[in-house]
């Protein structure tokens, strides 16, 4: 979900810089910056990152280099000629003689002598802009996009550890289930003598206690989970989440395969499954 866009604008008075940048996120939160001129079009700007964008802590940004400005001061003609003639009068009066530049000095700095006018929307303006922040939002879906080719790859290969890793288990489980047995059979004879024991009763106990250590059922379930995640990644669809709950049942599979091991070799493949299916959680949280 991280990305990156921008677009630049040379209109007639100004230079306009377009931003907008994603980060992680389990929904999608957008904040704005933007010149108090187009504050009027944030929510036109909001709808459009919607449209596009599924998921992400958005910021868009517009900034502006003005040639002019945004915002024009001026004289206030009719206070300045008014304090000047008052100003004249009071002088006659108290028989002061003034200078009139050092006279205008001082009235510029009189209340309400200079005037701030708010430049008025430009919709023609607005257009290019719009198109500009069109362009930028473009530019990050790309960027995503590159980013999502290169985690497919990473995750890919990271989910055929896996499937490799649990091809490997079959070799150990003969090993595994001898050794079960005989540490069984050693433990009986350790507290029973042999002539006590009842053969087919003991033959049916330990057919039972093998089952529950049989991880035939655990190896065909994470097999499908890791095709049915590679088939998942491999739709044109927002699957981050849906990808995040087949890993949960991914991290299931190898839990209870951990649990039922027995057996160090077992446990060292375990081991390194979940390392691997912990980095794999690690990318979805940039998978939309």
């Known amino acids: 979900m991280t990305g990156f866009g921008k677009a630049t604008l040379e209109l007639e008075n100004k230079k306009v810089s ?73 002088s006659e009066k108290l028989n002061i003689s003034i200078d009139n ?31 500009g922040a069109q362009s930028a939002i473009q530019e990050l879906i790309k960027f995503r996009a590159q980013e999502g080719a290169a985690l497919e790859e990473d995750i890919f290969s990271r989910i055929h550890i896996i499937e490799d890793l649990l091809s490997q288990v079959p070799q150990f489980e003969d090993d595994r289930i001898n050794t079960i047995k ?64 087949i890993a949960q049942e991914i991290g299931r599979e190898i839990n209870t395969l951990g649990s039922k091991a027995n057996d160090t070799n077992l446990q060292k493949i375990v081991i390194q499954m979940k390392d691997e299916l912990e980095k794999i959680k690690e990318q979805l949280l940039n998978v939309l």
Not at 112 to 130: G, R, S
Request: glycine letters at 2%; hydrophobic letters at 35%.
């Open 18 to 90: 377009i931003e907008i940048k994603s980060l992680n996120s389990k929904q999608l939160d957008i904040f704005t910056r933007i010149p108090n001129l187009y504050k009027e079009k944030d929510l036109v700007l909001r709808n459009d990152i919607k449209k596009q964008l599924e998921r992400g802590k958005v910021e868009l940004s517009i900034f502006i280099e003005s040639v002019g400005a945004e915002k024009e001061t001026k004289i206030n003609q009719p206070i300045v000629e008014a304090y000047y003639r008052q100003l004249q009068d009071l």
């Open 101 to 131: 530049e050092p006279l205008l000095n001082t009235i510029i700095k009189l209340p309400d002598t200079l005037k701030v006018e708010h430049q008025a929307l430009d919709e023609n303006e607005w257009e290019l802009i719009h198109k």
């Open 182 to 245: 005989t540490r069984i059979n050693d433990n009986l004879n350790e507290f029973v003598e042999k002539q006590h024991i009842d053969k087919n009763r003991f033959e049916q106990e330990m057919i039972y206690y093998l089952e529950k250590f049989d991880i035939t059922e655990e190896k065909v379930r994470l097999a499908n989970h890791c095709k049915y995640f590679i088939e998942t990644a491999q739709t044109h669809e927002a699957i981050g989440k849906k990808l995040g709950f």
